[in-house]
């Protein structure tokens, strides 16, 4: 079935920094990856997402990168303010591609 | 648009008795909900996917029989954990797919499980 590895597992940056988050997927036939940031007792919210058919997406300061060659696809915030402080989940489909399967997360602190 | 509610937020329970927790889509339907579980620090791991009308599907190791999955509406999905242990205390989260067109998921806000 789908894996999908996350890293890194923390990443402490100083505000104003950038901060990259990668993961990695093994089916080949995954066509859609949403990235989540969850705050602490809270769901997860989408913050964005790409389909395979292209290879970048920005959204103000966020933005996704996908490599389908390597199957590999990255989160990069820039300009991190201490509200970015949460952990993020990368996820991609299952092999039947209905559910979505979770990276480990990345708990992201941004210190002033 | 594309809302999950989830309830209880939380809930604690006596060792060996049931609880269930329901997922209602509130402003789409939904044939298909995906239920995860979250341990302290940990990842989502998908449990099983609910099917409107129709058996739920479990992932590798999850005991269908101890968590019991109905999904008889097009909006409502419930997840029942039968003879709870001290070891099924987790976060339990549902969600949905959005509405047609949408590759989006949108989560319930999630039930902390205590069972003591």
């Known amino acids: 079935g789908e894996n999908v590895e996350q890293h890194p597992s923390t990443l402490s940056v100083q505000e104003g920094d950038s901060a990259v988050i990668k993961c990695t997927y093994s089916?080949?036939?995954?066509?859609?990856f949403p990235w989540y940031k969850q705050e602490l007792g809270k769901r997860p919210q989408l913050i964005i997402d790409?389909?395979?058919?292209?290879g970048e997406k920005k959204d103000q300061r966020i933005a996704v990168t996908l490599n389908k060659t390597a199957k590999h696809f990255s989160l990069h915030i820039t300009e991190t303010q201490p509200e970015d402080s949460a952990v993020y989940f990368c996820a991609a489909f299952n092999q039947a591609g209905t559910a979505l399967i979770f990276g480990k997360g990345t708990t992201l602190s941004v210190s002033s | 648009g594309a809302v999950v509610s989830q309830h209880p937020s939380r809930v604690i329970c006596k060792s060996g008795t049931s609880v269930k927790i329901e997922c209602r889509s509130l402003d789409f339907q939904a044939t298909t909900m995906f239920w995860y579980r979250q341990f302290p620090k940990q990842s989502l791991m998908l449990m099983a996917t609910?099917?409107?009308?129709?058996?739920?599907?479990?992932e590798q190791g999850v005991e269908k029989d101890k968590f019991l999955i109905n999904h008889a509406s097009l909006t409502l999905s419930t997840l029942t954990v039968t003879s709870a242990h001290p070891e099924d205390s987790s976060f339990y989260i549902c969600s949905a797919r959005g509405p047609t067109g949408l590759l989006g998921y949108t989560f319930g806000s999630g039930t902390r499980l205590t069972v003591v």
């Open positions: 609910s099917n409107e009308g129709s058996k739920a599907t479990y």
């Open positions: 790409i389909r395979s058919n292209v």
């Open positions: 089916d080949s036939a995954s066509n859609y």
